[in-house]
């Protein structure tokens, strides 16, 4: 099993930054792929952004390329989600997943955190 903890959201306006963490524990040597997702009230989960713990590899939905970046710490295991040049759009409910592979597909993430909230406000 691996536990996945958020936390970083807050109310923010617009333009500004926020830095989410996603803190890893318990069989992380399982996992290779860690994501990030976010979901808006009346809205599917949608992908965010990807990367593994190993290697560069990294993957960002088209409307926060440029604005957001995914990075990590693997002394802490922990993986980052930093936000900047927030817009209103990207209010959400945002979760940390854990999987074997890095992917965009949600369905490919076992573990899933508890989410954290962003609201950016106009």
């Known amino acids: 099993q691996v536990q996945l903890v958020e936390s970083g959201g807050g109310l923010v306006q617009a333009g500004g930054s926020l830095r989410l963490s996603c803190a890893a524990s318990g069989r992380t040597s399982s996992t290779n792929g860690m994501g990030w997702f976010r979901q808006a009230p009346g809205k599917e989960r949608e992908f965010v952004a990807a990367r593994g713990w190993s290697g560069s590899s990294t993957n960002y939905a088209d409307s926060v390329k440029g604005r957001f970046t995914i990075s990590r710490d693997n002394a802490k295991n922990t993986v980052y989600l930093q936000m900047n040049s927030l817009k209103p759009e990207d209010t959400a409910f945002y979760y940390c997943?854990?999987?074997?592979?890095?992917?965009?597909?949600?369905?490919?993430?076992?573990?899933w955190g508890q989410g954290t909230q962003v609201t950016v406000s106009s």
């Open positions: 997943a854990a999987g074997p592979i890095v992917t965009i597909r949600r369905e490919q993430y076992a573990y």
